[in-house]
């Protein structure tokens, strides 16, 4: 196996192009994607190697080009839909759900969606609140979406091609703040299925359960504090909401008999909800504690700078929750 | 990185010219102009002039305190569409009703809202409009009637649909001036708000600055027609199209619109042409634009008008003008430390207005 180190925006590049050189059928849509070489730069080239048909600059019409590419989709190509960022989904939110996500359903099996619709997701830093939605939970709702939610380069470019091949309407999340980030994938091509949680790193004391841009806050903020105080934590990455690895998580619970689930997005109906009421079915007799949320307070994210800090989890707080579950206050 | 083979050869950008009609001066102000000169008089439009100045001044800082960290987030600047602000809304009343995008700045400093209190906002401190909770694209004011600046492109045209609603239900006389750009045009709901707006009659004054993009796309590359007036026919509506870089062309034009609308409300989308001078927003090196085209505008930049003609009327001097530019600038140096030495926002701010009382 050969190495190359990679960008974030990079590995979703490769994932992308690969897919559109294997399949005719699949191409890009969305504002800035082609000219602009994406808002992000995440389809960097793209225009120059795959010309206008495939990589298509849209007019700012969210509701308009994500239903065009669901009827795409059911007509046999297989849309990637971008959204210049997840906030803007919302206004393609009844196409998404009343068309993408029921379509095959409705039709009785007649007429599947295979569509990815991707783009950042979560707060970036102090864009205010109609910028910083995590709309996970949202979609996660709605029987029919799956969603993916990747926070290496690794997990982004294996997950995206498997979402594009996919024949279900895939929400795909990404992080503004995470496209800088950089590691060293394979070089050949490789898949990973949806589905799968991961162990981003081994531990015996506690569960950390953390997705996206969390995950990464707990790896670099939170691991080195706790084993200052000699916690060895577990951090498992679920890398898909929906369909969630229950066993995955379950698995790592069972081992250490304690859990902290941590969110970006809020705490009422949160994803963390799911998974803990999940944790609670599978895993009752092996909790030694009850499992702990950290998650975004229940307010619109505000501008200013101390109030986004104290809304948003921070490494305290997820240091602090692990202590409570514990019993090390 | 696998991509790009090959960069994308950057063709030639286009040059779009400006396409207005004649830059202010004495010599060619033509008789429907030389009466709005007589009517504003030289308080008035030297007042007015010293807005555009405001709004060039205090945009200027913002770029500033922006690399200087103490304003984050997006920050979007309405530098070169100053006259278009000014001269409309200056043709407006205080209890009219005014929404906007993101590009929010000129609008509010237009309506009057206190260069401090925008700037404390930028900062995130609680002395701002929003007590810092907004931040750039989310200025509103009720004092002020401004029902916000808007983060999703279009959102704000309903919004603004609301207040002519609301002056249509109690009958009285006031406008809802909807400020929106070119590019949000093309989102739905300005399509479903023309339609209810020419259906109930409502008090609408549909705005579209068109300055030539929406972020990096230039607008004929977005837009299936050219002249956007167009676009009200579908809808039974009346339209004109305004020169955005003239002030005394805006001003008029609203008088007329305005007046007529307050005795026998109707809609209307004005489509303003005009410019902006810096990228989309600060993060934006608009590197889609010629420099040829910034300049071509730049030559026709709408405090420059007004200041020639100004002079030509011999109602500002050089000397007075200078002091004007003077004032202007202490003004925002005030509006700066204000922002500097105001608290942030306590803790309990932040789950304070998530729900009313
Ligand atoms: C629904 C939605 N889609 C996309 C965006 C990202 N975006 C912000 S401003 C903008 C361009 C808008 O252009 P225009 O309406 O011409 O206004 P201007 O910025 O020129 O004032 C885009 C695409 C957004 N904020 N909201
Ligand atoms: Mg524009």
Redo the contacts between chains.
Sequence with gaps: MTLQK??FR?AL??AM??EMERDANVFLMG??VG???G?YKVS??????FGPKRVV?T??????FCGLGIGAAMTGLRPIVEFMSL??S??AFDQIVSNAAKTLYMSGGQFPVPMVMRGPGGAA???????SNCVESYFAQVPGLKVVMPSTPYDAKGLLKTAIRDDNPVIFIENELLYGVSQEIPAEEYLIPLGQAHVRVEGSDVTLIAYSRMAHLLESGVLPELRKEGIRAELVDPRTIKPLDLEGLARSVRKTHRAVIVEEGHRFCGVGAEIADRLYSACFDDLDAPLVRVTQ????L??????ET??LPQVADVVQAVKQVLYRL | ?????????KNAIPIHPPEQGVPLSLANLSRRLRATVEELGRERLTGMYRQMVLIRAFEQRCEQMYQQRKI???LHLYMGQEALAVGMLGACRADDYAVTSYRDHGIALSLGIPAKALMAELF???TGV?R????S??FYSKEKNLLGG??????QIPIGLGAAFRAHYLGTDQVSMIFFGD??I???VFHEAANMASLWRLPAIFIVENNRY????AFE???SVHDLTQKAQGYAMEARQVDGMNLLECYAALREVVEVRRRNPSPILIEAKTYRYRGHSISDPAT?RSKEEVEAYQRVDPLQQVRRLLGELGWLGDGAAQQLERDVRQEVLDAVAFAEESP??E?E???RH?YAP
């Excluded at chain 1, 960097?44 to 190697?49: E, H, I, K, P, S």
């Excluded at chain 1, 307070?297 to 619109?300: L, S």
């Excluded at chain 2, 990185?1 to 050869?9: G, H, I």
């Design positions: 990679v960008l990079e590049n490769q192009c690969e504002e800035e000219e602009y070489d808002p960097q080239g793209m225009l120059a190697r600059d007019p700012i019409s969210e509701n308009a906030n803007f919302l206004v830093a102090q864009v205010a609140a109609q910028h307070q229940e307010n619109p505000p501008y200013s700078k101390p109030l104290a809304s | 990185m696998t991509p790009a083979s090959a960069a994308p050869r984050a987030g997006f995130g401190k609680v929003s810092g909770k907004g931040g694209m989310h808007h983060g999703i492109v279009g959102g590019g949000a093309n989102q739905g929406g972020m990096g796309t590359r977005a837009s889609y942030f926002p803790p701010e932040r789950s998530v």
